[in-house]
């Protein structure tokens, strides 16, 4: 029937760090740990120059981050030339099938994801709420790491830009965190929003 993009991601969302040459700035990861540790819900935003590390950090903090659930959102992937990862419906659709495919065994769904932005948009509300409730029932949390924001409005020309459905901090539950990549003015943009 050619569905098969209802069901799977558009993209890969994996950074390559060279684990032999890594060297964390130590002062962000504590940070950045800090933050993962006192925050239950909203954003956590990791901003700086370019070539500072923020993917890299990012990418090996939540790699090896015990008794949470990561999603992971490259909108730039260094060698990968696909224009669409700032789409707002590319976004969306990956997040819902990312998030449906962690949930919790007896609540996990798989039928196709709608095809509209605006029902997207409800679908991942469904997903943070699934989410929140085994959050208050095991304490298992969830991060969705969104990286490489400032890449979007700089190198990408999105019809709706994904930054237009960050979703707002209010509407983030308990037990899911969304935690921002990107250079300084890389949430200019989404500022309204968040």
Known sequence: LGWSGRFDLTFKHDFPVDERLYQP???TVVELEAALNSIDSGYVAVVGPPGSGKSTTLTQVLRYRAHVRVV???????????????????????????????????????????DTREELLEALASEFAVLSEDWRTTGTRTIILVDGLDHIERE???????????????????????VLGTQEGGLDAAAPSL
């Not at 992937?77 to 998030?99: I, K, M, N, P, Y």
């Not at 495919?101 to 769904?109: E, G, H, M, Q, V």
């Not at 990408?156 to 969304?178: E, Y």
Request: proline share 10%; glycine share 4%.
């Open 25 to 27: 700035v130590d002062a």
């Open 156 to 178: 990408q020309s999105p019809v709706r830009s994904l930054l237009n459905d960050l979703p707002h901090p209010t509407t983030i539950p308990k037990g899911v965190l969304v």
């Open 72 to 114: 992971r959102y490259y909108a730039y992937v260094r060698g990968d030339t696909a224009q669409d990862r700032g789409e707002s419906h590319a976004f969306l659709h990956a997040l819902c099938l990312s998030l449906r495919s962690i949930a919790p065994p007896l609540r996990r769904r798989w039928d196709a994801l709608p």
